[in-house]
């Protein structure tokens, strides 16, 4: 099955999982059809996948979720099938999921050590507990996150801190990790790959799964491949193969990764959103900007600075002390979305499962959930028509499965990041908000979201993105400003700024500061 | 799901006795739970044919105990009929509280206001309009009570529990007050009327209920107002993030439940021709199981109107059921009770999450 062993050191440990020909389907869905996967000791073993080839489902099935329909799990030499999450956990394997799965109203602590949390004499140790969680937060370099706070409270990377400050916890010799960076900024990633190598140089394997190339390039060693559920190409070396060859195993086909041209002489409109001196004490402060129609504004900075809040604040989603928003020269009123929606505004949030999707609902009342009033009559809807829209919105951003009334929730997480995005691309939005648009996007859908996000700037809509790549944001927006802690310290052209100065100025700060209290 | 291979993990598993004492509460629910197939409503036409089963069986259970009745054809149309007359009140009380509980709240006034609604509408001075003044009466109480339930919970954050809790309290309190304890007979024929008239052989108020439900139904499926309900109680956070006013909808889900406890006022106060303070005692808790029962999510975000009625009807059949082989309305609650809790069990197997129910009832604001 192997084949092509790469040369690498790191790559010498022995064999500790062999997947066979794993099966795994889902009512309509073959998600996992004859997999192959051979992980070694010490090594990162990264899993490369369009949305939906399988990789959440494949290691979901070595988690403990799931239960493969057929195929061989071998772990550490001995047949496995793990009836549930403990089991796997048992008997050292740890996962931390694509969609984060914390008790939002326990504490750091808690949930770093939930179900297995140290105690004697049947009480929990408190004390101790704490104490290893600080010492495992030190270890993922953010001794700043209380262990007593609870996990409501923290942004979303510190959310992702604690569930891998859960996956430590565990004395694991595999780790698996479903996109962990992705909502996390440039330097938490330097972060992630420390400790990362940390854990391979104890040698615990670690299987990596992400849909940044130049990240499994410095991170990874040997690279599986999976398109529609099965295994395309097994142990290539992470460092010396193509991406031209990794994209075209992917999809099939090969992809130019590159941003649209902003088309040449492109006449932006008049300024369609002001914000003036908008401040949130704790969040942000007298931040100003202005997005003219058909402009693409892209706001950089480190996930903390306060991004996202400035972003909900002009949505109205949360309410400005101080400071105002226009939308086309009309003051909006503060704390009130439907003011906003009202005015031509639509945000893509942050967080696609507590903020915006309706996970049980099909995936075409997902789409119309901003718009499904408009293509009502007499307050009657219109099922048909909203399908029809929906459907284009999936083939526009190649949604998989193309089944719009198929529920949002059996969704991969990169396909339902593109029913959050689609929302506003129905309708008449004048301005759309976009937060982390690309989280968890594959390569060939995120060209293609880049270019429906530069024709809609064509035809005038104006567009305010925030995005933890700093590449993303240089590459799609006009003009770009630079936040840290909470203020605007730059803003320039696109063109003028490069990705090493927009690091300088973003670097400082830590996760804490800009966390709601 | 499972298929047939062996749940072993052959790793000697290094247990710590610690360990596995609170497994239990591990619940991996953001892992791929939803694996069920959604295709407009397929899951809610599944689980209500298996509450057609269910009144199948009850009905055979009624044959093979009391065959000496069943053998009389107009005897089991009559009795299915009275089966429906009796479900009927309770039923346009259920439209409302699914509403409510898709919306993501609960609703335990609905017995209060309609006794408070029938009480007022009853009184001599409102008896004096005549039936379409006690119609309008009836109907304005259950709304007015509604829009107070709802203005607590949405705009002043009241826990639904909470805030119902103290209007079923003080609700009941009014009526008595009102009534000054009494008994209040109706003298009107039109509004007594609305219960000993049959239409085409069906009593009036059956087809009160069926005109309820289908409205209920039309209103929860086809228009804009069920599709924010759904939104809102499913994640309230996204809902208020696409520009839906949840706290305005809030409101408007209580004030139905009133409108539908103002008709019920009316159809109740028609059967009894008479109103008192204590009537429509328990009817939370019968809509509430009838909804449970129904497969309407308890955290919100799901539920049907069929459901509902279906487990109205269920309940309607136990108790007449009992009534034909003249047993004890204690081992009947019993019986009730134990339907309630088998109904949930299947909902958490089907759905999966106990966590579901700690996130019921928060209406989420910034
Ligand atoms: N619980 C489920 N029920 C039904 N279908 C499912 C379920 N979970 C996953 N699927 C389907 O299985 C396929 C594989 O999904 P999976 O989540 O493994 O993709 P992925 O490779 O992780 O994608 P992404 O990069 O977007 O995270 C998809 O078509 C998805 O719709
Ligand atoms: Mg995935």
Redo the contacts with the bound molecule.
Sequence with gaps: MSGHDATNEATTGEVVLRLTDVV?T???????DGVQLEVRAGEVHC?L????????????VLAGV?RPDSGRVEWRGEPVSFANPQAAMRSGIATIY?ELDLVEDLSVAENAFLGHEPRRFGFIRRGHMARRTREILGRLGHAEIPPGRMVRALPAAGKQVVSMARALSHEARLIIM??PSAVLAHDEVGNLIRIVRELTAQGIAVIY?S?RLEEIREIGDRVTV?KD?RTTAANLPARETPTSDLVSRMTGRTIEYVFPDRPAGTEVGGELLQVEGLTRAGEFADVSLTVRAGEIVGIAGLVGSGRSEVLETIYGARTAEAGSVRMAGRELRPGSVGAAVRAGMGMAPEERKSQALLLGEPIYRNVTLATFGRYARFGFTNASRERAEADRIAEDLEM??RDVR??V?????????KVVVGRWLLGDTKLLLLDEPTR???VGARAELYQVIRQLAAQGVGVLLVSSEVPEVLGLADRVLVMREGRVVRTAPAGELDENTVLDLVMAGSLMEGAPA | MSQGTQPTATQPPPVDPAETATVGHRTPTA???????HGDGGEGAKRNLALIGVLLALFVIGAATRSDLYSNPDWVWANMLSILKLASVVGVVTVGMTFVIIGGGIDLSVGAIVALAGVWCTTVATQNFGAGGMIFTAIVVGVAVGLVNGTLIAYGRLVPFIATLAMLVAARGLAAEISDKQTQISHNGTINGIASTNLLGIPLLVYILAAVVAAGWVLLNRTTFGRRTVAVGGNPEAARLAGINVKLHTLLLYALSGLCCGIAAIMLTAQATSAQAAMANLYELDAIAAVIIGGTLLSGGRGTIVGSLLGVIIFATITNLFAINGLSTEAQNMVKGGIIVAAVLIQQVQFGSITQFFRRNRLTTS
């Design positions: 795994k889902f009512p309509g869905v073959r998600a996992l899993l996948g369009q949305n939906g080839a399988g990789k959440s489902t494949l290691i979901k799931h694509q479903d996109e799964i849909h999976l559920g998989r499965p198929r529920a929730g059996t969704l991969s997480g990169g396909n339902q990041q968890g996007v594959d | 892992t791929g739970r939803l694996s069920w197939w």
